[in-house]
């Protein structure tokens, strides 16, 4: 009796001391912020939940945005075991463990088993096969999460198993809420202080956050730690404590600490622009800088190699086809060998592209094209251009006066747009 008194101490304890996104982590889905396409009244996964049905799943969505938090839900309201399985520091041999564990569970007690793969992208998809067996007999419900598309990063044949849930950043004033409950929540947060929180302190908290709750709160929690007290007046004139949150004591810990490196805020759009104007005015050293401004502050090297392959196609283009290889050559290193080592890669790119010719001819001719079908959108296409895998659509003129083109003699004079737009020439550039 009295080990488990003492155990039960320390777990409060170890409760108490945890980081405060853990602490105020919901508890239930009523208490679940956002996301309401997924869990709202009415949504698949709550009707799932209700019917006590519950898939493999994967969520797929940015940091903070509720994926860990909702397994332990879904695993509270079916009455199942959660075991949380990081895909980066485990492998086959802890899952086979897991495995017979769930085994043994589900044959002597019947008791469910939720396995809860964080990053589950980290696992390549030979590694991903091991789960296979596992979901298809029901051994365990397999929830995964991750912040990549699953379409390319989670083995086809277990992704056909699993329902994909999209989570979305959180908004501001969803963030802001959160932040609210943590302020006045007396068991799992600062309720038991006393705030003077001046305007625009946790609204600002929730717009650099960019819809990452644990960022959020990790901020809130920084700012009320590194926040003296101060001796106020009360009752009577008799001193009592107080923290005020001020707006500058965020600002500060926020170059301090590169919360996400402000990926809402204003400088981080003002470099990537500087980064962008610089490539498009051929001056590699210029770009370069604004590289590793970016990556040393914190960027993810997948969102910069994104906005290079955008560029490649958008201001180089036909000018130079190859600026498109180097770029995707780039992010796919980026991928595969992350930071620090992708630096190098990404900046060869970044040189490449400063230093190539520019056009923006696809990218006019295709803001005319996205006007174009606005207007044309429900044009039909021309019968010689339809499909004929019928006789009745022969019949109808499917087809007919269709010239095919390696088969004829000489130039063809023949139309391929809608009656409508017939003549249109979105590019400048001949063939």
């Not at 379409?151 to 809420?177: G, T, Y």
């Not at 929180?197 to 946790?202: K, P, R, S, T």
């Not at 006019?364 to 006789?391: C, M, S």
């Not at 017939?422 to 550039?429: D, E, F, P, Q, T």
């Amino acid at each position: 009796m009295s080990t488990n008194l003492f155990q039960f101490k320390a777990e409060k304890q170890l409760k108490k001391e945890a980081p405060l996104p853990d602490r105020m982590r919901p508890r239930s889905i009523d208490e679940f912020v956002g996301q309401t396409d997924v869990v709202g009244q009415g949504s698949m996964l709550r009707r799932l939940l209700e019917n006590d049905e519950v898939p493999s799943m994967i969520f797929w969505g940015p940091p903070g945005t509720g994926k860990t938090t909702l397994a332990r839900i879904v695993a509270t309201m079916t009455e199942s075991r959660f075991v949380q399985f990081s895909a980066v520091s485990s492998g086959v041999a802890e899952l086979r463990v897991v495995v017979a564990e769930a085994q043994e569970r589900l044959s002597m007690y019947g008791s469910r088993t939720i396995l809860f793969v964080d990053e589950i992208h980290r696992w390549n998809k030979a590694q991903q096969d091991a789960f296979l067996p596992h979901v298809e007999n029901g051994t365990v419900v397999l929830i995964g999460a991750t912040t990549e598309n699953p379409s390319f990063e989670v083995n086809a044949a277990l992704l056909s198993r699993c329902k994909v849930f999209v989570l979305s950043a959180l908004q501001p004033k969803e963030i802001e809420s959160l932040l609210d409950r943590a302020v006045g929540d007396r068991e799992r947060g600062f309720g038991q202080v006393r705030f003077e929180i001046e305007d625009g302190v946790l609204s600002f908290i929730s717009e650099v956050a960019d819809g990452d709750a644990r960022a959020a709160l990790s901020l809130l929690e920084m700012t009320v730690k590194s926040t003296p007290e101060r001796a106020v007046r009360a009752v009577a004139d008799k001193p009592d404590r107080m923290i005020k949150l001020e707006l500058k004591t965020v600002r500060n810990l926020i170059r301090r600490s590169h919360l996400r490196y402000d990926r809402g805020g204003e400088e981080h759009y003002n470099i990537i622009s500087a980064l962008h104007k610089s490539l498009r005015g051929s001056d590699p050293d210029a770009a370069l800088y604004w590289l590793g401004r970016m990556l040393e502050a914190g960027e993810g090297p997948l969102y910069v190699a994104r906005r290079l392959v955008r560029f490649a196609s958008e201001d180089i283009g036909l000018a130079d086809p190859n600026a498109l290889v180097q770029a995707l050559a780039a992010f796919d290193a980026a991928h595969k060998l992350g930071l620090p080592e992708c630096n190098v890669c990404l900046a060869q790119a970044v040189v490449y592209l400063a230093r190539a010719p520019k056009s923006n001819e696809l990218y006019v001719a295709y803001e005319q094209v996205r006007k174009d079908v606005e207007l044309a959108q429900n044009d039909p296409v021309p019968l010689h251009l339809r499909n004929a895998p019928t006789g009745l659509m022969k019949e109808l003129g499917y087809g007919r006066d269709y010239v095919y083109n390696p088969s004829a003699e000489g130039p063809v004079d023949q139309d391929y747009l809608p009656q409508r737009l017939k003549g249109r020439h979105y590019l400048k550039s001949k063939p």
